[in-house]
């Protein structure tokens, strides 16, 4: 008997994407995404709402609902370049700030800048959070390693449409594919190039086969997956997470409900 994941529905691949900061861009952005129903992350600076070009603070909820509101730091600084207590400060207040904004507890980020290092990757875990994205393109389709050093795939200036014609037209090889983009919505408006993210979201908008999910989401499927338990021949199953999971098993999906012991045979 062969077993191998797949994501939810069946499906063999999923798209994610995420923008940082929320400037007033986000607003053409997010009614984009809207219009074929894609989803998204929004990494953002509390500090920063309400000032210049930034939305404001009483309309996050409802630009980003459907989507994901994550952190980006209270004020945006260089974390390698302050206190570990100051890095905790701007993480918290961020993430405080922006739970009373949305409702739900926030437990995605990414770094200012994409600049890291291993003592703030350490803390993060300590500090509510569950992943962190950075701004290192792999070009690859595969899921990362570790979710608190989480590197995309490309940022959405990098030959997009071809990227994303190759994830569509890749076959499953016995492991799950995820395409990840990232950027800012301020690159649209400095750049004209709106174009860009309109024609990959006709392209992909048409792939049922594909999942369309927020950062979170993929990472906390991707838990529930590695906490499924099999017998030693693999013809039981057991998924004590809250999640229905599915799998591959012989060439055919098998969905596992949450709490559910399956017998694969």
Not at 68 to 95: N, Q, W, Y
């Amino acid at each position: 008997m062969y077993v191998s994941y797949l994501f939810p529905g069946g499906r063999s691949k999923a798209i994610t994407l995420s923008y940082d900061d929320g400037q007033i861009f986000d607003r053409r952005l997010v009614s984009i995404f809207n219009e074929y129903k894609i989803r998204a992350t929004f990494f953002l600076n509390s500090a920063n709402l309400g000032r210049n070009i930034f939305i404001e603070p009483d309309e996050v909820s409802r630009l980003y609902q459907g989507h994901e509101v994550g952190v980006h730091t209270k004020t945006h600084p260089f974390l390698d370049s302050i206190p570990v207590e100051a890095a905790v400060e701007e993480i918290m207040e961020d993430r405080k700030a922006l739970e009373k904004l949305v409702g739900y507890p926030v437990k995605g980020m990414s770094y200012p800048y994409g600049v890291y290092n291993e003592d703030i990757v350490k803390i993060l875990p300590s500090l509510g959070i569950e992943y962190s994205r950075t701004v290192i393109s792999t070009f690859s389709f595969n899921l990362p390693s570790t979710f608190l050093a989480w590197h995309p795939t490309c940022h959405h200036n990098q030959d997009l449409l071809d990227i994303s014609k190759k994830f569509l037209e890749s076959p499953y090889l016995q492991h799950l594919q995820l395409l990840y983009i990232w950027g800012h919505s301020f690159e649209f408006k400095r750049e004209n190039n709106w174009h860009i993210i309109e024609n990959f979201c006709k392209l992909v908008s048409k792939f049922d086969s594909v999942w369309f999910a927020t950062n979170i989401e993929i990472v906390r499927y991707v838990k529930a997956l590695k906490m499924l338990e099999f017998s030693a021949d693999k013809e039981i199953v057991y998924n004590p997470s809250a999640t229905s999971i599915w799998l591959l098993v012989d060439g055919n999906p098998v969905e596992v409900k949450g709490g559910q012991m399956v017998n694969l045979k």
